[in-house]
């Protein structure tokens, strides 16, 4: 089954850390760009982060430039999103996406607050 499952997210306090994981299953993810958007009911769906798939090149939004890392780790097949000196705007429910198929997982929750 192909699919991707989310994990790592939590309460976080503004100027913490947190790193999501994000399983692949049914697909090798060196094979395909992988990456990953949130989605707040305010700002709707904004992309985060991409690594490509042949040189693992990766790109990142603006907002969030100098402050997360996407990286992965073949052999576990595992997709990893490093966020540092989180701010409160970095809340919300962030998702796993291969965009080749329109994949995407469920979602973990990140919250930062006081």
């Known amino acids: 089954q192909v699919q991707l499952v989310e994990s790592g997210g939590g309460l976080v306090q503004p100027g913490g850390s947190l790193r999501l994981s994000c399983a692949a299953s049914?697909?090798?993810?060196?094979?395909?760009?992988v990456g990953w958007v949130r989605q707040t009911p305010e700002k709707g769906l904004e992309w985060v982060s991409i690594?490509?798939?042949?040189?693992?090149?990766?790109s990142y939004a603006n907002s969030v430039k100098g402050r997360f890392t996407v990286s992965r780790d073949i052999a576990k097949n595992t997709l990893y999103l490093q966020m540092n000196n989180l701010k409160p705007e970095d809340t919300a429910l962030y998702y796993c996406?291969?965009?080749?198929?329109?994949?995407r997982g469920q979602g973990t929750q990140v919250t930062v607050s006081s």
């Open positions: 690594m490509n798939s042949d040189d693992g090149g990766t």
């Open positions: 049914g697909f090798p993810v060196g094979f395909y760009a």
């Open positions: 996406t291969r965009p080749n198929g329109n994949l």
